[in-house]
């Protein structure tokens, strides 16, 4: 038997996410992936981005310190190979460029910046198997600060994905117009209108959270119908409440309720009642697409 260790950083619009993860590979035996560590900093580089037009040195501070630390934990767990992806916030800075050298040459972490299609091709590699059946389709939804990646599978395979600039940060910073979700829900309801059978596989911290805070098992997907009650529970609640009251992350308790938002209008304009949460995401995907690349 042989343990290999890969990690995966995420730069997102709301945090920054370092996984790390055991690949244990065994002769005449499938290759298992297996989380280590997970580590996340609220680092919230959308809010200048997406407002500012640019990341400011505070951020960027921030950000080095962040890499500087993950770099030595990556040295700390033997990892022998990484990738570090950085999604909308950076995407759309205008010294994204300058933001990505910067971080270089002080950490030695090299970012790739990538765009709205790679993220959800990465996304789509984590393994689904086990959920996917081939006698339905599903929509793939992964909220992020910035954007958020749509992902059709149909009879078990990828069919296609889009990528829009809706996202939790953008939300709270009322920087998404309704031209916006007007385009999201004719897309989605111009694929799935002659189909009863659609499923929804929730991906992202918030969707991982309330997940947890509905107290279902692991395999148990949410229904429409709580989801769209705990949204209208916590929009009842003033932020500090969540926070003292509920125990939410002071990063998590406002981004929350958008990311409910995004994941009730999918479900409503597909018809799905089912939104499962495999608990993957972007960091998945990269580990994948690391070790088999």
Request: aromatic share 8%; with cysteine.
């Amino acid at each position: 038997m042989k343990i290999r260790k890969f990690a995966a950083i995420d730069i997102g619009s709301n945090a920054i996410r370092l996984l790390v993860n055991n690949v244990i590979e065994q002769e005449d035996k499938p290759t298992v992936f297996k989380k280590s560590e997970l580590i996340r900093v609220p680092v919230r580089l959308g809010e200048d981005a997406f407002i500012k037009g640019q990341i400011s040195d505070e951020s960027l501070q921030r950000l080095i310190k962040s890499m500087q630390s993950f770099d030595l934990l990556m040295q700390v767990y033997g990892v022998e190979k990484y990738m570090a992806c950085a999604t909308s916030a950076l995407r759309e800075a205008k010294n994204g460029g300058e933001v990505v050298e910067r971080v270089f040459l002080e950490s030695g972490v090299r970012i790739e910046i990538i765009n709205g299609k790679r993220e959800a091709s990465i996304i789509a590699s984590t393994d689904l198997k086990n959920l996917i059946k081939k006698d339905r389709s599903y929509l793939y939804v992964d909220v992020g600060g910035g954007s958020t990646e749509f992902t059709i599978f149909r009879q078990g395979d990828l069919s296609e994905s889009k990528s829009f600039k809706i996202g939790t940060v953008r939300i709270l910073n009322d920087l998404v117009d309704e031209s916006v979700w007007n385009k999201v829900q004719e897309w989605i309801v111009s694929r799935f209108q002659d189909n009863g059978k659609v499923e929804i596989i929730g991906s992202g911290g918030n969707i991982n959270k309330l997940h947890k805070m509905s107290g279902r098992k692991m395999e148990q997907p949410l229904s429409f119908i709580w989801l769209n009650a705990q949204y209208h529970f916590l929009n009842s609640m003033d932020y500090d409440d969540r926070i003292s009251e509920l125990g939410l992350n002071q990063d998590r308790a406002d981004v929350i309720i958008p990311a409910a938002k995004i994941f009730l209008s999918a479900a409503k304009w597909s018809s799905a009642k089912k939104i499962h949460v495999p608990k993957i995401g972007l960091a998945d995907g990269m580990i994948k697409t690391l070790y088999y690349q």
